[in-house]
């Protein structure tokens, strides 16, 4: 059984970091595309960040250049999203994602509520 659970989100001004975390298991992240998808209130979910299962190469959205960066540890079998200089519209939830090319449909955590406000 796949689960990934995400952790680290909260209330913030703009400018501060965060940094978010999630926890995988039935899978190891070090075999798959891993990754971070946000949805703000009345949009839709998009990409923010990724690493390949195929090359291990990361890939960002950007909006999120230069200010967000994706790490995992294969140890742990953890991804992380470290968030600098946040702005009011990095608002969103946000959620950890696990896929691979031979499966049906990726997996999902519930999300984890980031709001960036002064």
């Known amino acids: 059984q796949v689960q990934l659970v995400e952790s680290g989100g909260g209330l913030v001004q703009p400018g501060d970091s965060l940094r978010l975390s999630c926890v995988v298991s039935?899978?190891?992240?070090?075999?798959?595309?891993i990754g971070w998808f946000r949805q703000a209130p009345g949009k839709e979910r998009e990409g923010v960040s990724c690493?390949?299962?195929?090359?291990?190469?990361?890939y960002n959205a950007d909006s999120v250049k230069g200010r967000f960066t994706i790490s995992r540890d294969n140890a742990k079998n953890m991804v992380y999203l470290q968030m600098n200089s946040l702005k009011p519209e990095d608002t969103a939830v946000y959620y950890c994602?696990?896929?691979?090319?031979?499966?049906?449909?990726?997996?999902w955590g519930q999300g984890t509520q980031v709001t960036v406000s002064s």
């Open positions: 039935g899978v190891t992240v070090a075999a798959t595309t």
């Open positions: 690493i390949s299962e195929v090359d291990g190469n990361i």
């Open positions: 994602n696990a896929d691979h090319s031979t499966w049906a449909h990726g997996y």
